[in-house]
Every structure is written in C-alpha cells, then in structure tokens.
Nanobody, 121 residues
Framework: QVQLVESGGGLVQAGGSLRLSCAAS????????MGWYRQAPGKQRELVAA??????NYADSVKGRFTISRDNAKNTVYLQMNSLKPEDTAVYYC????????????????WGQGTQVTVSS
C-alpha cells in the first residue's frame, strides 16, 4: 500500500510563506497524479493544486501565489505557498492516485493525515 507523510505546516503572518512536503512510501507499482487539497472549518475539502507528469493545475484562489512541484526520484510532492492570506487557513491534505503490485492497472486514492496551516492577519 501507499503511505503519505506531510510536513511543513504551521503558523505564519499574512503575506508570509510556507512550504509543504509530502513523501510517498510503501510498496506501490506506480505513483501517478499527486496533489494538495485543503479543508477549512465548516467547509468542504477542495483541490488546491495537482500535478500529473509535468502538467499542473491550480484552484483560481491560489494561482500566482502557490506552486506545486514534484521530485519523482523521491516520490515527493511540494507546495510552495507565498503571499499567504488568512483565508488560506485550513488543514492541507496530500493526495495521490497510485497503483499497487497486486493491482498494477487499477488506481486507488491515498491520503495523508493532514497538516495545519494557519495564517494570521
């Protein structure tokens, strides 16, 4: 199976920056799409950014401020967050679509445990 471990959350003032990391480990056949979602209190979980191959996509609310990148050799995805705003406050979850040796052609979704990002005004 696939385990995702996130790091890099914390408390930052508005206008500041944070970098989130998510490392995938376990016995998997392939790691395909990787991305970040977030969930603020009382709101639904939403996609922040995703990367598949070299193609990235972002939520409109973070375009120009956040950058997603990936190190395939380390099975790690990063989210560089700049010009943070109080409305970016949420728990950020790493997600990947991966296949396993027992099911090499069937993707499954895997989630990290979440990391808290708090932006103070």
């Amino acid at each position: 199976q696939v385990q995702l471990v996130e790091s890099g959350g914390g408390l930052v003032q508005a206008g500041g920056s944070l970098r989130l990391s998510c490392a995938a480990s376990g016995t998997f056949y392939s790691i395909n799409a990787m991305g970040w979602y977030r969930q603020a209190p009382g709101k639904q979980r939403e996609l922040v950014a995703a990367i598949t191959g070299g193609v990235t996509n972002y939520a409109d609310s973070v375009k120009g401020r956040f950058t997603i990148s990936r190190d395939n050799a380390k099975n790690t995805v990063y989210l560089q967050m700049n010009s943070l705003k109080p409305e970016d406050t949420a728990v950020y979850y790493c997600n990947t679509a991966a296949t396993t040796w027992s099911s090499p052609f069937r993707e499954s979704d895997y989630w990290g445990q979440g990391t808290q990002v708090t932006v103070s005004s």
